[in-house]
């Protein structure tokens, strides 16, 4: 399936992330799309970053004349820790996600599923190496989980579905997705559909989309 | 913009409420957050739970909110201490519960409370009768019981220094169940000697990360319970 | 039973213990009588002292113009901290003790059986208010467990003995017991005199001794 | 007296034997102790099963120690990373096992290996196939599965400043796995960017207390993993 409508552009996406996550919020953000979140907190928000590898407090990426090897966020890229930030370690990091101390997380995924499920961490392909990171740690343990992804992958199938083929991360565990389609909302096991791109009709939409969606009326 | 210093330690404790479960830190008065536990007696709530490691000394602090008939029960290891009266008397007339954990294993509930670990297996206190009831298990050849976390409404905890983010350094041996207390409470109150500005900490010393701190208030020279009960002071004043 | 012989002064037994703990050992010493250990430590012996409440690498009572009130040990006396000591909480306290890091404690003892089960927390009396601290975590998870105490009660009756009648504080886990009249290791449940107080012989010690003793040959 | 410091990493791992358990620290090469696993690689056992969150990066560190055949299994989150061949292709090949772990569950593992807890219960990978074959346990309505602790032979770590009792204390997020795999090996090997006297780091800033090492090897320029990938060097020295 080839799309007309391209909808939002993904920073956009991250955007509105960015406006629906709450001041002081305690954040940890996925590797990749997800990191473009940080770049659109609105002014006089404060929101923590926090970094599995250890970092409570993550800032931007340093001048090249400020950075230390040694200080970097969960994708391996060198970041900044702001004043008020603190180290620790990863068992005490995990802590913080496990023990639902982290307020939001925003990843990426492959499959949503219609009851919340999340596929984001392996295809599933026989040959591949399976990597799982602290994927599955995010979704147990953060009180709000928020999948950003594109609405169909790059072949064009839907990437909303009625059930995951590709192997979970987590069952139930989505709260929000946002696409560059629309912005959906999952309560009690049912995809609710918030927001839509400009020029996107709620027929459109589920069209691209194979788990069934509603409208709050 | 983040900013977790309330005015006042009534201010701070101002929404607990009955039967509320309270994690409190200090070993002996060590660490023990005196003016929250005074401010929760002003406020008077009932029928809490209190999670500390021993029950407080005299007629102050601790052992004032249990002689104010406010606590329906304790877990603790080590409910005696040298000036320990409020306890032993309620405890003899069968008036206050208590729930014994050995001393390690208090802090690893505790800890699991904060560390979403819902339960555990552990060797200490098997073959003793504080294993009693609880579920057996053979793990590599050596036998563990099975402990669950525990989790508190609040945390009353004190501090040396904090910051309008809530990280926290303590004193000495006065950390004891602070850092583990502040994670495993849904609201975490603290009492700090020194407050400083976001960022004086260095973020290599943090000891309690803000994320696990709800509210800080400023309380420059806390009382000393062993001072106050050589002078044979009670709260409320004598 | 009245003893005529008096055998070693506790300070000399707890001598003993300081020179049988190897150079570079860490231990705990509990409350009391134990406590006495830490006096006898030969010179040019680097032993470390842990106390459960937080610090590694306590050291004596301070000077009264440098006592901190936050700086106690476990029976909540002032003590001080040698250099290279280092502060922490509860749970890394007892990761330290449960986790077998510590080499040695000394506990004092109510009672201990011939198979070494230790009861030292209660007399199970019915009116007193139990209270167990760190005994059983310590006697769970140290290498080697260490007991002082008197041969008998101040009533005169026997603290070694066939099997305890307190609550006990942990099944199989003294390895020695020092007493003003002997030195006893515990190997496979059996008791094994290794030292007598001079003037005292093994058939005296056995008559004082509920316990069944055996002598190395 | 105390004196933990040897006089090279070779000397150090002199006594690691063929089919040790390894738990080497590290998230990619940040905190990654590449001295030591060098030092390994001369001495070349073999049959070691490495404990690490990643398998390293080119032909360097522990990407090396796999290319050399001395590891037959690596238990770790994230078996891939950017300039990760080596392990990718042996994995496809069948030649080494791999047990995939998700990242706070082998954080929380090792910590229970060096805390006496050999069991704990976890919702993470709950519903997912990281749960198959394990324990499910239903505690206060909520669904867990059963998770054992992980221990090492030895532990190898890089920290900044060690003292000779082997307290240390690390650089940002280079700390890591480090202070929890120092504490579940029997013997721990640290390499310190720099050796300080007894006394010189603050009590209340230590992060590894000494009691969780057993040696320490000063190694004050350690090698930079992506720059010598970025020059193609391989260890060994090509």
Same mark, same amino acid.
């Given at each position: 399936?080839?799309?007309?409508?391209?909808?939002?552009?993904?920073?956009?996406?991250?955007?509105?992330?960015?406006?629906?996550?709450?001041?002081?919020?305690?954040?940890?953000?996925?590797?990749?799309?997800?990191?473009?979140?940080?770049?659109?907190?609105?002014?006089?928000? #404060?929101?923590?970053?926090?970094? #599995?590898?250890?970092?409570?407090?993550?800032?931007? &990426?340093?001048?090249?004349?400020?950075?230390?090897?040694?200080?970097?966020?969960?994708?391996?890229?060198?970041?900044?820790?702001?004043?008020?930030?603190? =180290?620790?370690?990863?068992?005490?990091?995990?802590?913080?996600?496990?023990?639902?101390?982290?307020? =939001?997380?925003?990843?990426?995924?492959? &499959?949503?599923? &219609? #009851?919340?499920?999340?596929?984001?961490?392996?295809?599933?392909?026989?040959?591949?190496?399976?990597?799982?990171?602290?994927?599955?740690?995010?979704?147990?343990?953060?009180?709000n989980v928020f999948v950003i992804t594109t609405h169909l992958t790059k072949k064009g199938e839907p990437?909303?579905?009625?059930?995951?083929?590709?192997?979970?991360?987590?069952?139930?565990?989505?709260?929000?997705? =946002?696409?560059?389609?629309?912005?959906?909302?999952?309560?009690?096991?049912?995809?609710?559909?918030?927001?839509?791109?400009?020029?996107? #009709?709620?027929?459109?939409?589920?069209?691209v989309t194979e788990a069934e969606l509603h409208t709050k009326t | 913009m983040i900013n977790k210093i309330?005015?006042?330690?009534?201010?701070?404790?101002?929404?607990?409420?009955?039967?509320?479960?309270?994690?409190? *830190?200090?070993?002996?008065?060590?660490?023990?957050?005196?003016?929250?536990?005074?401010?929760?007696?002003?406020?008077?709530?009932?029928?809490?739970?209190?999670?500390?490691?021993?029950?407080?000394?005299?007629?102050?602090?601790?052992?004032?909110?249990?002689?104010?008939?406010?606590?329906?029960?304790?877990?603790?290891?080590?409910?005696?201490?040298?000036? *320990?009266?409020?306890?032993?008397?309620?405890? *003899?007339?069968?008036?206050?519960?208590?729930?014994?954990?050995?001393?390690?294993?208090?802090?690893?509930?505790?800890?699991?409370?904060?560390?979403?670990?819902?339960?555990?297996?552990?060797?200490?206190?098997?073959?003793?009768?504080?294993?009693?009831?609880?579920?057996?298990?053979?793990?590599?050849?050596?036998?563990?019981?099975?402990?669950?976390?525990?989790?508190?409404?609040?945390?009353?905890?004190?501090?040396?220094?904090?910051?309008?983010?809530?990280?926290?350094?303590?004193?000495?041996?006065?950390?004891?169940?602070?850092?583990?207390?502040?994670?495993?409470?849904?609201?975490?109150?603290?009492?700090?000697?020194?407050?400083?500005?976001?960022?004086?900490?260095?973020?290599?010393?943090?000891?309690?990360?803000?994320?696990?701190?709800?509210?800080?208030? *400023?309380?420059?020279?806390?009382?000393?319970?062993s001072v106050l009960i050589a002078e044979n002071r009670r709260y409320p004043w004598n």
């Amino acid at each position: 399936m080839e799309l007309k409508i391209t909808g939002w552009d993904m920073n956009l996406v991250a955007q509105k992330i960015a406006n629906d996550i709450p001041d002081g919020s305690y954040v940890n953000l996925g590797i990749g799309i997800p990191e473009l979140v940080a770049n659109h907190i609105p002014n006089g928000k #404060e929101i923590i970053f926090h970094t #599995e590898n250890g970092l409570l407090g993550m800032g931007p &990426q340093p001048e090249p004349d400020k950075i230390d090897p040694e200080l970097i966020n969960a994708g391996k890229k060198s970041v900044s820790a702001i004043p008020g930030a603190c =180290y620790f370690h990863h068992a005490d990091s995990f802590m913080m996600i496990r023990g639902g101390h982290i307020d =939001y997380c925003v990843l990426g995924a492959f &499959q949503v599923s &219609q #009851e919340g499920d999340l596929a984001n961490w392996s295809t599933g392909e026989p040959n591949s190496v399976p990597a799982v990171g602290g994927a599955m740690d995010l979704v147990a343990g953060v009180k709000n989980v928020f999948v950003i992804t594109t609405h169909l992958t790059k072949k064009g199938e839907p990437k909303i579905v009625k059930e995951c083929t590709y192997p979970l991360t987590g069952k139930n565990v989505v709260n929000k997705i =946002y696409t560059n389609l629309a912005v959906i909302e999952v309560i009690d096991k049912k995809l609710f559909v918030l927001e839509m791109a400009p020029g996107v #009709e709620f027929n459109f939409l589920q069209s691209v989309t194979e788990a069934e969606l509603h409208t709050k009326t | 913009m983040i900013n977790k210093i309330f005015n006042s330690p009534a201010e701070a404790v101002e929404d607990i409420f009955d039967g509320a479960t309270i994690l409190i *830190s200090g070993f002996g008065e060590v660490g023990s957050p005196i003016e929250l536990i005074h401010a929760l007696i002003d406020k008077g709530v009932k029928n809490l739970t209190v999670v500390s490691n021993n029950t407080g000394s005299g007629y102050i602090g601790l052992a004032a909110l249990i002689e104010n008939k406010q606590v329906k029960k304790v877990i603790c290891s080590f409910p005696k201490t040298a000036n *320990s009266v409020v306890f032993p008397e309620l405890y *003899s007339k069968g008036e206050i519960e208590l729930e014994l954990v050995p001393q390690g294993t208090l802090a690893e509930r505790i800890r699991c409370g904060g560390a979403g670990i819902p339960a555990f297996y552990t060797p200490t206190s098997v073959g003793t009768i504080l294993a009693d009831g609880k579920e057996k298990r053979i793990i590599n050849g050596k036998e563990y019981i099975l402990e669950h976390a525990i989790k508190g409404d609040f945390a009353l905890v004190k501090c040396l220094k904090a910051d309008r983010y809530g990280n926290l350094v303590y004193n000495k041996t006065a950390r004891n169940f602070g850092p583990i207390m502040c994670a495993a409470a849904k609201t975490t109150i603290v009492q700090a000697k020194q407050i400083v500005d976001v960022g004086d900490i260095d973020p290599e010393v943090v000891v309690t990360p803000g994320i696990f701190v709800q509210r800080v208030v *400023s309380v420059p020279n806390p009382l000393e319970e062993s001072v106050l009960i050589a002078e044979n002071r009670r709260y409320p004043w004598n």
